[in-house]
């Protein structure tokens, strides 16, 4: 099994920043990707940042040796408020040790911007 635990989310003004954190744990032999999405009442989960990315007031970053990803989110907007997950693509193992790529998924956490 493999865990991403989010964190770092919260409540913060329009024009602020906030940034978040997500560890991964368990049976993990590589990860090939981390993301991060976010999904706002009644709209799809959209892609936020993959690796490698930069869109405008947000930035993704990944230590490999805590596997951990992180997202600076600078210059928040009202319309940036939702559930923010992080995702990740990992190749772990069974019981009998064999490997496989598998794909999970975080528990969420919220972020209200308010204007």
């Known amino acids: 099994q493999v865990q991403l635990v989010e964190s770092g989310g919260g409540l913060v003004q329009a024009g602020g920043s906030l940034r978040l954190s997500c560890a991964a744990s368990?049976?993990?032999?590589?990860?090939?990707?981390m993301d991060w999405y976010r999904q706002s009442p009644g709209k799809q989960r959209e892609l936020v940042a993959t690796?490698?990315?930069?869109?405008g007031r947000f930035t993704i970053s990944r230590d490999n040796a805590k596997n951990t990803v992180y997202l600076q989110m600078n210059s928040l907007k009202p319309e940036d408020t939702a559930v923010y997950y992080c995702?990740?693509?990992?190749?772990?193992?069974?019981?009998?040790?064999?490997?496989?790529?598998?794909?999970?998924w975080g528990q969420g956490t919220q972020v209200t911007v308010s204007s």
């Open positions: 995702h990740a693509e990992v190749v772990t193992y069974g019981n009998s040790g064999s490997r496989y790529t598998a794909s999970y």
């Open positions: 368990g049976r993990i032999v590589s990860i090939n990707t």
């Open positions: 690796i490698g990315s930069v869109k």
